[in-house]
């Protein structure tokens, strides 16, 4: 089992910046995708961006595409994602996630989630 734990949600203003970290516990052993997936008031949980291991391959949502930036610690175990140009419709609570197999888009791939943290950006 992978235990994870989001931090660094918070409120920010629009046009403004955040950076959320998860970090992974438990079995770290092979880690070999870690994402990050939002989730709206109302709306489906929805894919935001992911990196595989050496982070030679990474995916972004169209919606944050040259505002956020995923990385990752592997020694650390950690996942980071820096947040710049913070809108309004960013709000929702964010999700890590993690497997050990695969680099997918979809949510319904990833085997371990975190419990979320909040991002509210106001207008």
């Known amino acids: 089992q992978v235990h994870l734990v989001e931090s660094g949600g918070g409120l920010a203003q629009a046009g403004g910046s955040l950076t959320l970290s998860c970090a992974a516990s438990?079995?770290?052993?092979?880690?070999?995708?870690m994402g990050w997936f939002r989730q709206a008031p109302g709306k489906e949980r929805e894919f935001v961006a992911a990196t595989n291991w050496g982070a030679s391959t990474t995916f972004y949502a169209d919606s944050v595409r040259g505002r956020f930036t995923i990385s990752r610690d592997n020694t650390e175990h950690k996942s980071y994602l820096l947040m710049k140009n913070l809108k309004p419709e960013d709000t929702a609570v964010y999700y890590c996630t993690l497997d050990p197999r695969r680099l997918s888009k979809s949510g319904a791939d990833y085997d371990y989630w975190g419990q979320g943290t909040q991002v509210t950006v106001s207008s």
């Open positions: 438990g079995r770290t052993t092979n880690t070999y995708s």
